[in-house]
């Protein structure tokens, strides 16, 4: 019912900043949490930020905050991940998720549907 495509990604120093975009497909997106997760080799898939579709409400994984912002556009069916004072430890493949009528889940077996994944790569 839903794909998702993400774009974005690439190398970039640390201290930079990279925006992260995903484009949905389907009518049920202004339905749907949306939600940015990570994961770097040989580790787990880390929740890294949702937005509600309620209200907008928006969450994110302590290691981030005051650094990354996510925002939607539910007119473009698109979601944002933007960040900022990026460190080497930020280094990983970043995945959108959806989750149909969600309630802000931090796991990543409560989303429904997954885009292919951007790589993220920062230098130091």
């Known amino acids: 019912q839903v794909q998702l495509v993400e774009s974005g990604g690439g190398l970039v120093l640390a201290g930079g900043s990279l925006r992260l975009s995903c484009a949905a497909s389907?009518?049920?997106?202004?339905?749907?949490?949306m939600a940015w997760f990570r994961q770097a080799p040989g580790k787990e898939r880390d929740f890294v930020s949702v937005?509600?579709?309620?209200?907008?409400?928006?969450y994110y994984a302590d290691s981030v905050k005051g650094r990354f912002t996510i925002s939607r556009d539910n007119a473009k069916n698109t979601v944002y991940l933007e960040m900022n004072s990026l460190k080497p430890e930020d280094t990983a493949v970043y995945y959108c998720a959806a989750q149909l009528w969600g309630a802000g889940a931090r796991s990543s077996r409560q989303y429904d549907y997954w885009g292919q994944g951007t790589q993220v790569t920062v230098s130091s």
């Open positions: 389907g009518r049920a997106f202004s339905r749907c949490d």
């Open positions: 937005i509600r579709w309620t209200d907008g409400t928006t």
